[in-house]
């Protein structure tokens, strides 16, 4: 599985943030300081925009609204041995933007020139045309996307993804964390779905057109509550079936979790893994 490989990526990932806090001494210490601001931006954009944001270590939020504009709140936080130190992290973190009427691009540096015991978090707030594109990518943090009709690909490794009012979902991905998913319908592409430590909930409406391929090591898989189920293969570890009559692909994997795929309410919750 691809995500297999992302889950040993993501130690490397997380190796340099210990190496940032200056070692094993100061791990144990911590920051002992701290210096908060937040950036904020709005960008004029037409209503088949892209907006792409990359960050490293802090939650996403995307939410939409009427204006034709993409409005940014990053709540920027510094931490370090002193005050003086967060203060001086916190002056020199500039966030990378690159920006047009089609595509607005923001992104959290990787390396800020750290010192020993520094630590930076970047947390986003955003509100949108509901009719963009949005790519949403971060290491450590939850990624979270309400009602946006565009083409959507959302990816963490260290954090879950909560999503409602999707219907051109393309991806959802990542390693440590759950995902929660309110699909108003699948783009004709189909929709991938992994996570390696976590559980999948996707709810459809009813009547939805889809072909379902599920997968999961360690934990229960529920398909109900649709019209019609044809072709259906249950195994203990995978499921396959069509939707009222097939349509685009919702491929769901997981290796520690549960996957629940259904019409009902959004209350339905995955089996987690051990449970059976």
């Keep these: 599985m691809r995500l297999a490989i992302r889950a040993a990526q993501a130690g490397a990932l997380l190796l340099p943030l210990g190496l940032l806090s200056g070692g094993c001494e100061l791990m144990m210490a911590g920051p002992r300081a701290q210096a908060s601001d937040q950036w904020e931006k709005t960008y004029a954009v037409g209503p088949s925009a892209t907006l792409e944001i990359e960050n490293t270590n802090g939650a996403i ?3 939409t609204h009427a204006a034709p504009t993409i409005i940014v709140k990053a709540q920027r936080t ?15 973190t500039n966030l990378e933007q690159r920006a047009s009427a089609e595509f607005v691009r ?3 540096p990787h390396n800020q020139g750290f010192s020993r015991g520094q630590q930076l978090e970047v947390r986003y707030e955003v509100l949108v045309p ?3 594109a949005v790519n949403l990518t971060t290491v450590n943090g939850k990624v979270e996307l ?5 083409a959507v690909a959302l990816e963490t490794v260290n954090g ?12 959802a991905e990542t390693v440590n ?3 929660r998913l309110g699909l108003g319908s699948l783009p004709s592409e189909g929709a991938q779905i992994e996570t390696v430590n976590g559980s999948v909930a996707v709810n459809m409406p009813s009547a939805a057109p889809a072909n379902v391929s599920v997968r999961t090591v360690n934990g229960g898989i529920t398909v109900d509550g649709f019209v019609n189920v044809t072709g259906a293969e249950r195994k203990r570890r995978h499921y396959e079936g069509k939707l009222n009559g097939g349509g685009p692909t919702l491929r769901v994997e997981t290796v520690n979790g549960g996957v629940s795929v259904n019409a ?3 209350t339905a919750v995955a089996t987690d893994a051990g449970s059976q």
């Design 146 to 150: 309400d009602g946006v009709t565009g």
């Design 106 to 108: 923001l992104a959290t």
């Design 160 to 171: 879950g993804i909560e999503a409602q009012g999707l219907t051109g979902l393309r991806k």
């Design 78 to 92: 510094a931490k370090a041995m002193s005050e003086q130190g967060a203060r001086e992290l916190l002056a020199r």
């Design 264 to 266: 009902k309410a959004a």
């Design 61 to 63: 939020d995307v939410r």
């Design 177 to 179: 964390g759950s995902i």
């Design 130 to 132: 509901a009719t963009i």
